[in-house]
């Protein structure tokens, strides 16, 4: 059973508990067809499947809001292989939009890019074959008062600067992959976000934890 606070969204202990009850060892296809979530549209695959079966098992609802996924946490999963000891992941990790206009009315703290990678649940699974995707790390995040948080908030307020100064519509990526998190296009650059400085329309930007950071939370390394 999972307990729902007065906003209505599960906690994450709760969630956390749930996941580590039911996910570690399983094949992830087995659970999706449990669930009755489809891998496959016809010839197509279904590119979300991994997330939805992990909401189903944590016993959230599908959702598309912009707020984090519980009343404390934000669930994600990650692909990772396993190479020197240590669990390596294949992609960095998206985590949010950049809504310009609202960035500049928030606080770091406050706000929803915070609220989503401070308090990570991430489920990492590996790759065998089309019918094995296998779970193998589930972990909950704190990244209050860490030096990791520092640097994300110097980051931040990089972004929330050049919101500011009018100039997001000529970055393409701000933040590298050596570093913990980085700003970048979304998808396939079509979607447009409004310049609240200048009120020009720009390619849509992104939040992403870079495979670094993801290293660090993975194999719970110094933060």
Not at 139 to 168: M, P, Q, Y
């Amino acid at each position: 059973m999972v307990y729902f606070v007065e906003n209505n969204k599960p906690q994450c202990s709760e969630v956390f508990r749930r996941l580590q009850e039911n996910l570690p060892g399983r094949n992830l296809c087995d659970l999706a067809r449990e669930h009755k979530i489809a891998i496959r549209f016809g010839s197509k695959k279904n590119k979300g499947w991994v997330g939805q079966t992990v909401e189903k098992v944590a016993g959230l609802k599908v959702s598309s809001e912009a707020s984090p996924d519980g009343a404390d946490f934000e669930l994600k999963t990650t692909e990772v292989s396993f190479k020197d000891g240590k669990w390596i992941p294949k992609e960095t990790l998206k985590i949010t939009q950049v809504n310009p206009q609202q960035i500049l009315e928030e606080e770091f703290e406050s706000s929803i890019f915070w609220k989503k990678l401070n308090r990570l649940l991430i489920v990492a699974y590996d790759v065998h074959s089309e019918d094995l995707f296998q779970t193998r790390k589930i972990i909950s995040t704190d990244l209050n008062n860490t030096k990791t948080a520092f640097e994300i908030r110097r980051f931040w307020e990089d972004v929330r600067h050049t919101i500011c100064s009018g100039e997001i519509k000529d970055l393409i990526n701000l933040g590298s992959s050596a570093g913990l998190v980085q700003l970048r296009p979304l998808g396939d650059g079509k979607q447009k976000s409004l310049c609240p400085i200048t009120g020009e329309p720009f390619p849509a930007r992104a939040f992403y934890a870079t495979k670094n950071l993801l290293s660090l939370l993975l194999n719970q390394e110094s933060l």
